[in-house]
């Protein structure tokens, strides 16, 4: 059997995995065990789960992040989400296709009363922000259980393949998000106050203080801390737009969990809407993993993420499409095709620029909502409690790291404990980390013709100092010694070519000039994260500027630095008037797409639909904001929108959209009532009843 599983992958290695036998609709399937269910059924092809009871819409999957109900499949006769269930040997799984039968009446069952425990401070959430206030509080003896709902720590970091901006000493700038999650997963576990519970999800804060817990997945606990710190992260923002619920329409976290964590290759051609940082990575992710971007779309003048991730992709022959919005999604149970359109200052499609593009998959990366549910819920019971990380305010992890560090320091003076960190520093870079980046400029020019020399690529004030931390010369600075400065070369003496800050570049804007051995034709070093296979001697690759091919040479050496295993250190011989300009490579031709015939079917805004649980369209929700109805609760009880399985973590903000676009002021509208629990869990965890009891 073919398993759209990744086999080879120029960062991940490719673990030994246990293959195991499983049904689904009445179909034996191969597995790996352990591994999610809808990363198992995405592996065999699968991308519909079920249809919906209400309509019959195909179903799949969606935020990958249990965050909604999207992927529910039915596993030895009990309703489970795909992307929270792991795979095990000789599961019968069948479609989701209508309401999960409820146990007879006369059913009884035992209500049993909860563990009841008690901690210093408990931590919801194993991403950089938790890990990284841990750590802190660890080491200063504060008894601390850290919660996540994952099976592993790192949070989003473990889907991260790229390497970190920021500072080496901070941050671990240069490094790999999946090894700095690493990294601080073992720094927690070394310390006897940190307790870590991992498949354990946050259910509610409830207003007597106590916090209720599904405990690896088996056993519902309450825990009542004396503090609460909140590291819960984000979710993924959705757009409407028709199409907009078809099995192949989800965000770019839940790709990259399917490609990174699960090592599944859930496409073949993608589509990304979105040009900020999650957008613009997940297409180098997506390229890494041998999947085609057919393009990438954002509605902006220009994109919004780091100008070096832009260009990477650009080299790479990804289309951006700038000014540009989705009309459609297009297929009848799964996506087949994409159109777009160009926008005009009013923010209108401009006729007659509409394309259509054949792809299997569209990413949704325009942008993320904190988590924050349990921290106003928790203010609003008046629980001591904290909050970092995106959870807080959206930001890059590097940004989660200090501020979970500023939030312990925070607890730590609560509780009289004096720390050695600094506070108001730490809150000055983590304000740098947060700030949104600058327009390019222009890289800081050098002027050594002679010997070695690095060539800095960088057009953007971000904060970064990798190259600068590397070099055992310290021939590399940045303008003030600052972190969001560019870097330039200082001359003070000749450079030995080591490469090493070429293959630290988290942007891959370095390149090495060597004049030494031919002053007419320099060999060029350039950093290479896209094969698998080492490149050889004599292969022919196409060499880039910022905009064009230079043209085709052979490779003249390719070597890897033992500290950075994953990068290939790429070395060609070019004429000396593309040595400097020379910024990357390409070892294949790209195959730019070309317009399919135009989708012609446009269903009207108003049956777009808004409310993916329970099916509402944003025409029904229109007519009673125009009857004058502003209450969220209102419309919530009249079209059950918001009732759903994910409790309005999607369509929420999305009803928000419609009162805008109907000229309804934020103060007219009345918020819908958040009610614990905030996770759908099933009522027999709060029951004594049989262990083996599913239903």
Avoid at 122 to 151: F, R, Y
Avoid at 275 to 284: E, K, M
């Amino acid at each position: 059997m073919n398993l759209n599983s990744i086999k080879s992958h120029p960062i991940l290695p490719i673990p030994e995995r246990t293959k195991v036998l499983f049904e689904f609709d009445g179909k034996e399937l191969v597995g790996f065990k352990d591994m999610m269910i809808s990363s198992a059924l995405f592996m065999n092809g699968i991308k519909i789960f079920g249809h919906h009871f209400k309509d019959g819409s195909p179903q799949g999957i969606f935020c990958a992040n249990g965050q909604c109900a999207q992927c529910t499949v039915i596993v030895d006769g009990a309703p489970k989400k795909a992307c929270m269930t792991p795979l095990k040997e000789e599961m019968n799984i069948e479609s989701c296709n209508d309401l999960p039968e409820l146990p007879a009446e006369d059913t009884i069952v035992k209500v049993g009363d909860a563990e009841i425990l008690e901690t210093e401070v408990l931590v919801i959430g194993a991403g950089p922000a938790g890990l990284s206030a841990s750590k802190l509080l660890g080491e200063n003896n504060v008894k601390v259980i850290l919660i996540d709902d994952k099976d592993r720590t790192g949070g989003k970091l473990v889907l991260q393949t790229h390497k970190f901006f920021g500072s080496q000493k901070d941050v671990y700038a240069g490094k790999r998000g999946i090894d700095i999650g690493q990294i601080l997963g073992d720094e927690v576990r070394k310390l006897s106050s940190v307790e870590i519970w991992l498949n354990s999800t946050a259910l509610a804060v409830f207003r007597d203080g106590f916090v209720g817990v599904l405990k690896e997945n088996s056993k519902y606990v309450l825990i009542k801390p004396k503090k609460l710190l909140v590291t819960t992260g984000a979710r993924e923002k959705m757009l409407i737009f028709p199409g907009d619920t078809l099995p192949g329409v989800y965000g770019a976290g839940a790709f990259q969990t399917l490609v990174n964590r699960d090592l599944v290759k859930p496409a073949e051609k993608i589509f990304i809407v979105g040009g900020g940082n999650v957008g613009l990575i997940a297409g180098y992710h997506a390229i890494q993993a041998n999947i085609e971007v057919v393009g990438l779309i954002e509605a902006l003048p220009k994109c919004g993420g780091y100008y070096v991730h832009e260009t990477k992709l650009r080299r790479l022959g990804v289309p951006i499409y700038t000014r540009h919005t989705i009309i459609s999604a297009n297929g009848k149970e799964d996506v087949k095709s994409i159109t777009i359109g160009k926008l005009d200052d009013d923010w209108n499609v401009i006729p007659e620029t509409e394309k259509t593009f054949a792809c299997d998959t569209i990413l949704i990366a325009v942008g993320l909502n904190p988590v924050d549910e349990f921290y106003l819920k928790a203010k609003e019971f008046g629980i001591k409690s904290w909050v970092a990380g995106d959870a807080q305010e959206i930001a890059e992890a590097s940004a989660a790291i200090f501020t979970g560090r500023i939030e312990a320091i925070k607890i730590l003076e609560d509780m009289d404990i004096k720390s050695d960190y600094n506070l108001s520093e730490l809150e000055e870079k983590a304000k740098m980390m947060k700030a949104h980046p600058p327009d390019p400029g222009e890289s800081i020019k050098n002027n050594k013709n002679e010997g070695a020399f690095p060539i800095f690529h960088c057009y953007q004030e971000i904060p970064c100092n990798p190259c600068a931390t590397v070099c055992a010369q310290d021939l590399i600075e940045t303008v003030d010694d600052s972190l969001t400065t560019l870097p330039f070369f200082n001359n003070n003496q000749d450079c030995i070519a080591c490469g090493r800050c070429v293959a630290v570049c988290p942007g891959l804007a370095v390149t090495l000039v060597d004049t030494r051995k031919d002053a007419e034709n320099p060999i060029v070093t350039f950093p290479y994260e896209i094969s698998s296979g080492k490149l050889e001697k004599g292969q022919e690759v196409t060499v880039l500027d910022d905009s064009a091919s230079l043209g085709n040479f052979p490779i003249h050496r390719v070597r890897i630095l033992k500290e950075f295993p994953q990068t290939q250190l790429v070395s060609i011989v070019i004429p000396k008037e593309f040595a400097r300009k020379a910024v990357g490579i390409r070892a294949f031709k790209p195959n730019p797409p070309e317009p399919m015939e135009l989708y012609h079917k446009k269903p009207l805004p108003d049956e777009i639909i808004v409310c993916r649980c329970e099916r509402v369209t944003a025409g029904e929700i229109r007519n009673l904001i125009k009857k004058g109805i502003t209450d969220v609760n209102q419309i919530k009880a009249i079209t059950r929108a918001g009732m759903g399985a994910c409790g309005a973590k999607t369509c929420g903000l999305l009803i928000d959209r419609l009162f805008r676009e109907e000229g309804i002021s934020q103060e007219k509208i009345t918020e819908g009532v958040k009610r614990p629990l905030f996770v759908e869990v099933p009522l027999k965890y709060f029951a004594s009843v049989d262990k083996g009891d599913e239903k």
